[in-house]
């Protein structure tokens, strides 16, 4: 008696994307090479309509973890995750405060501006503590081809 193996997948559904994870250090050509990693991973897992944005958001959370959030000698994490019908984007780093949306985004201040874009651009955000430091993290709903 002899046995045939069947050649078909047991399992026809495509596995989820798995998350993607980067430390990047204190320097100015972290944020252009964050920039680039997400995109990457946002291409790989079929992500086309929100591409843009959410390759924004990092660029902005990037930047601020640099400049607010990475003291000297230290780096931050960037991580993506697929999750539902989208992706959730993190920046861990080790600085103290609590990152907000300025009230007068008209205003003369300075800072801010980034964590607006974000807010809106990105369809929820928020920060969690975290020892030592936060993470800055946001979702965005995206079409996967």
Same mark, same amino acid.
């Given at each position: 008696?002899?046995?045939?193996?069947?050649?078909?997948? %047991?399992?026809?559904?495509?596995?989820?994307?798995?998350?993607?994870?980067?430390?990047?250090?204190?320097?100015?050509?972290?944020?252009?090479?964050?920039?680039?990693?997400?995109?990457?991973?946002?291409?790989?897992?079929?992500?086309? =309509?929100?591409?843009?944005?959410?390759?924004?958001?990092?660029?902005?959370?990037?930047?601020?973890?640099?400049?607010?959030? %990475?003291?000297?000698?230290?780096?931050?994490?960037?991580?993506?995750?697929?999750?539902?019908? =989208?992706?959730?984007?993190? !920046?861990? *780093?080790?600085?103290?405060? %609590?990152?907000?949306?300025?009230? *007068?985004?008209?205003?003369?201040?300075?800072? =801010?501006? =980034?964590?607006?874009?974000?807010?809106?651009?990105? *369809?929820?955000?928020? %920060?969690?503590?975290?020892?030592?430091?936060?993470?800055?993290?946001?979702?965005?709903? !995206?079409?996967?081809?």
């Amino acid at each position: 008696m002899t046995t045939e193996r069947d050649p078909r997948p %047991v399992n026809n559904e495509t596995p989820p994307p798995s998350p993607r994870e980067r430390f990047y250090r204190r320097e100015r050509r972290s944020v252009p090479a964050a920039r680039e990693f997400a995109r990457e991973a946002l291409a790989d897992w079929g992500v086309r =309509g929100r591409a843009d944005d959410v390759v924004l958001c990092v660029s902005e959370l990037a930047t601020n973890a640099l400049l607010h959030g %990475v003291p000297p000698g230290r780096g931050f994490l960037l991580r993506l995750l697929p999750c539902g019908d =989208g992706v959730r984007v993190e !920046v861990h *780093d080790s600085g103290d405060g %609590v990152p907000a949306v300025p009230l *007068d985004p008209g205003g003369s201040d300075e800072g =801010g501006r =980034g964590l607006l874009l974000v807010s809106e651009l990105a *369809d929820k955000w928020g %920060v969690t503590e975290r020892e030592p430091g936060k993470v800055v993290w946001f979702e965005c709903a !995206v079409p996967v081809d």
